[in-house]
């Protein structure tokens, strides 16, 4: 009885390195979306977040994300896109909220001040009760933090923030994402359901590691 103990103990602890290894399951932490091509071998590994200022799960992955920013691979670049979801009224037409939302970040980055404020504008919605409803709250924020408001208004009225907002508007639509934070890698691999914010960090991983193989194999 003794030697059948020990054996079994022995096998448990060569088996538990395996058992350690985080291991994730397409359709369950991760989805394919397979109606986007392969990525191309050669082609730059791009993670993406698509985020919403409304959103506290947003906010409260932020320090689990700037962690994995610090450590990623040198090869992976990195970007943030304002989720849009469709409008409830319109389903063709972009639900006014997050539009507006997406429109402030791409006229903070014009401005070259997004770095900067992203947190300030995070904290104001999730900790000071702002809710960022309309342009008048927002510009009432961005001046407590020294943001010329004129260079803003002419930003949120720019062609290219305008452009900016359609796209990242087809982009999430594209992604099939159903919430948010998620990410994206090279649009062909999409995170799903997770236990916490850890774990989508070593899920980004894992898809960075999907794509590296599909390249290989090509």
Known sequence: ?????????????????????????????????????????????????????????????????????????????????????????????????????????????????????????????????NKLANQQQVEKLLEQHNVDINTFRKAMKAWHVDTKVKSAFAKFQQSQARGVPVISVNGRYISGDVKNYQQLTQVTDHMVDLVRQEQAEQ
């Open 1 to 129: 009885m003794k030697k059948i103990q020990i054996f079994s103990l022995v096998l448990l602890f060569a088996l538990f390195p395996v058992m350690a290894v985080a291991e994730f399951e397409e359709g369950h932490e991760y989805r394919v979306l397979y109606n986007q091509p392969p990525v191309e071998k050669g082609a730059p590994l791009e993670v993406v977040e698509f985020f919403w200022y409304g959103c506290i799960h947003c906010y409260n992955f932020e320090t689990e994300l700037n962690k994995w920013i610090k450590n990623k691979p040198a090869d992976v670049k990195f970007s943030k896109i304002p989720a849009i979801f469709r409008s409830r009224e319109n389903p063709a037409a972009m639900d006014p909220t997050t539009r507006f939302h997406a429109q402030v970040y791409y006229a903070l980055e014009l401005m070259g001040e997004v770095d900067r404020l992203n947190e300030v504008i995070f904290e104001a919605r999730h900790k000071q009760g």
